[in-house]
């Protein structure tokens, strides 16, 4: 006869949770207010009081809001010795003074409370998307925790043991992240958008107004979104790669692996992905911008202006090929489309379902080589584009570097670093200290290096 598993509560998240354990292949009751006239319920599953649903099940979910909790007091004895699943969540952090599970545990002392799947939703348990996903448990009883993690483990949930009930507090906080690991790259790149667009927008419309008193602001709609872009997308992807220098470095000159790296930068690393989809995200805004061009109204004016201005004065301007253009500008389209192929690629590999089938070589192969060359061939792809605007000659002033040039700062220094630690006798050195190699101190004259700083 297959476990019975008792549900308080029919609302959403019971009858999802009662249909995966019918289909996991336990019997489930449900304890309900009204066991009478509470709804539809999953089939197979039985409904009655509380009390009488309580008696016949050692494990009990309860799937009712927090407020509601004082009648599981008035009903302590009927749950002495059961384990109770706490699956509830709040709206906001810190509106209780103590976690849900706990206060569950201060009303039942007798029963072994256990707080987890409240990372589920009855979405996801309705449509049967759990496989591997993955579900915190805490509890004070080894015991109680040990069966709640076998139960899910047949419902195909990978379990992750928090500790005692004091984690309660910090699982009931995880529902309500909001894309912890998306706030900094997000925050960064807005960031360098404001500030690039401003800079822009002083140096191309307003300085232009000023100076030759000649109204451009049209261009704040595409040519200056069209240059925030690509500059955002290249000083992101930099800053996707410098973390990573910066540690080699930090290696390097601990000359150990095994000494933590500051908070900062541990941050960094962890949120290096987003910080590179990001990256992807603007320069896939780049190229679509750029292939609009020959379509705006502005362009098509230009051109056809000099032309009609030709006719009327009955004069032509002499009309050659420049060699030197027709070389520069198609070196820089075949960087770009180069740089945003190899762009793709990268954001294709991060993704759990491509990255899964690769061996750690090979990701680190792809994410690495391929990544620092990506970031090449789009920061030449940039150096191309300053030297083509050089030749068509402008007037620029030393105190206004176009904004290209400022961005081109960042993947220039993170680019010099890494072709450092590729050099042979460097890249000698990082290899044996990630193979766990330390560096002896010259004090120690014993001859033995021993490993101190573990
Ligand atoms: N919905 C979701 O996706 C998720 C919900 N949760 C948590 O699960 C819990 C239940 O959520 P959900 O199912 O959505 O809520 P619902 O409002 O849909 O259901 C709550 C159920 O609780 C019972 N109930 C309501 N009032 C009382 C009361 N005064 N005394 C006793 N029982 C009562 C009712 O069942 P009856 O009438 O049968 O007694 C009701 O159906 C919440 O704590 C929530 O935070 C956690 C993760 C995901
Ligand atoms: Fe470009």
């Known amino acids: 006869m297959p476990e019975l598993l008792c549900i ?36 197979g599953a039985q409904v009655m009081s509380h009390a009488a649903a309580a008696q016949s099940a050692s494990l009990i979910f309860i799937c009712v809001h927090r407020e509601h909790y004082d009648f599981l007091e008035t009903m302590a004895s009927h749950l002495e010795r059961k384990v109770l699943v706490d699956l509830s969540n709040n709206l906001k952090k810190g509106i209780y003074p103590e976690a849900n599970a706990a206060y569950l545990q201060r009303l039942v002392p007798g ?79 807005l960031g360098l958008m404001a500030f690039f667009f401003f800079y822009l927008l002083i140096r191309d419309v307003i300085y232009a107004y000023v100076e030759q008193e000649q109204d451009i602001s049209y261009r704040i709609m595409v040519s200056l979104a069209n240059k925030v872009f690509p500059i955002v997308s290249l000083v992101m992807l930099s800053l996707c790669y410098l ?40 320069a896939l805004l780049h190229a679509i911008y750029t292939f609009i061009i020959p379509i705006r109204y502005a362009v098509r004016h230009k051109l056809i202006s000099r032309v009609v201005d030709e006719m009327k004065n009955n004069k032509t301007t002499p009309f050659y090929f420049d060699d030197t253009e027709a070389w520069g500008t198609d070196s820089f389209y075949v960087l770009g489309i ?43 792809h940039g150096y191309i584009y300053g030297w ?67």
């Open 243 to 282: 973390p990573g220098v910066i540690a080699a470095f930090l290696q390097l000159y601990r000359g150990t692996k095994y000494s933590r790296f500051p908070d900062w930068l541990d941050r960094w690393m962890l949120c290096r992905k987003q910080m590179g989809l990001v990256a992807l995200g603007l």
């Open 111 to 189: 029963a072994a409370v256990v707080k987890g799947f409240n990372t589920l939703s009855a979405w996801a348990l309705q449509n049967g998307l759990l496989a591997g996903k993955q579900v915190h448990l805490c509890g004070n009883s080894a015991a109680a925790k040990q069966a709640v993690a076998e139960m899910a483990t047949k419902l195909g949930l990978t379990v992750l043991d928090k500790g005692s009930l004091s984690a309660a507090r910090e699982l009931e906080d995880f529902p309500l992240q909001l894309f912890p690991e998306w706030r900094l790259p997000l925050r960064v790149a």
């Open 338 to 380: 180069l740089g945003f192929f190899l762009y793709v690629l990268l954001g294709l590999t991060s993704l759990p379902s491509v990255g899964g089938t690769l061996s750690w070589r090979e990701f680190s192969f792809i994410q690495s080589k391929l990544g620092h060359l990506t970031l090449f061939i789009c920061t030449a």
């Open 8 to 43: 308080f509560g029919t609302g959403d998240l019971g009858r999802s949770l009662g249909l995966r354990l019918l289909q996991s292949g336990y019997r489930v009751v449900y304890g309900s207010r009204r066991p009478h006239s509470c709804g539809p319920l999953p089939q």
């Open 388 to 454: 083509n605007k050089f030749l068509r000659s402008s007037t620029y002033k030393w105190y206004t570097p176009p904004g290209y040039m400022l961005c081109l700062i960042v993947p220039s220094v993170v680019l010099v670093l890494k072709v450092i630690l590729l050099l042979p006798c460097v890249d000698r050195t990082l290899t044996r200290i990630r193979q766990g190699w330390e560096r002896t101190k010259p004090n120690e004259e014993t001859g033995t290096s021993k490993a101190t700083n573990l």
